[in-house]
């Protein structure tokens, strides 16, 4: 029972380029949500979805954009990455909002 | 600013020694987790306290909610090398949000 995957785990990418974090769940969790962590921060909330086709910004939501059109995925992409989103990417699912969250295992980007 | 502030930051101690680790705030929170995160890997939920004033015990650990419930701690008792990690605590409010955690170090 994997949970919650995330691909790829490790990615590298320059200033510019457009770059997409997977996200797939194998529960049935309604909501789903993505955060970066950085060093002195914490986890900060970029984007979370109550459904399908239901997306709302978090603390964090400037330079990212995030679908869900089916349940079970949630990618999340930088459309022009930047150095200040060099970060841990960590997605998560719950059955509420402020429910238990249970965490995949992130994915870590770097941007040149 | 953090809306919830752990201390300490850092926290390094020998294997037997007891610590308590806090997370702190100016605003009430309908409930509070901590979550642990290990190295390479996502939190995971330890605990979820709701009641102001509660105490809930896992094995070693002790976690206790603030009587106005805006603060929380931590307490570990003879800690063990494999209680090593990032310990991050979460206010729900409209929403989750994340204090920026202590980092525990049990040396053997």
């Known amino acids: 029972d994997a949970g919650i995957t995330q691909s790829p785990r490790y990615k590298i990418t320059e200033t510019g380029r457009q770059v997409t974090l997977m996200c797939h769940q194998t529960?049935?969790?309604?909501?789903m949500f993505w955060y970066r962590q950085d060093l002195g921060h914490g986890l900060r909330l970029i984007y979370y979805?109550?459904?399908?086709?239901?997306?709302d910004k978090g603390e964090v939501p400037d330079g990212y954009v995030v679908s869900r059109s089916k349940t079970e995925n949630f990618p999340l992409t930088l459309e022009s990455a930047t150095r200040s989103q060099t970060s841990v990417y960590f997605c998560a699912g719950s059955t509420g909002r402020t429910y238990e969250q249970y965490f995949g295992p992130g994915t870590r980007l770097t941007v040149t | 600013t953090q809306l919830l502030e752990q201390s300490p930051q850092f926290l390094s101690i020998q294997e037997g020694e007891n610590l308590t680790v806090y997370c702190n705030s100016s605003?009430?929170?309908?409930?509070l987790q901590w979550y642990r995160q290990e190295p390479g890997e996502g939190p995971v939920l330890l605990v979820t306290v709701v009641t102001g004033g509660e105490v809930k015990k896992l094995k070693r650990l002790t976690f206790q909610f603030g009587d106005a419930r805006k603060d929380s701690s931590l307490h570990i008792t003879a800690a063990q090398p494999g209680d090593t990690g990032l310990y991050l605590c979460a206010g729900a409010k409209s929403d989750m949000r994340f204090g920026a955690g202590t980092r525990l170090t049990v040396k053997p």
């Open positions: 529960w049935s969790h309604s909501y």
């Open positions: 605003s009430v929170f309908s409930s």
């Open positions: 979805s109550a459904a399908a086709d239901i997306t």
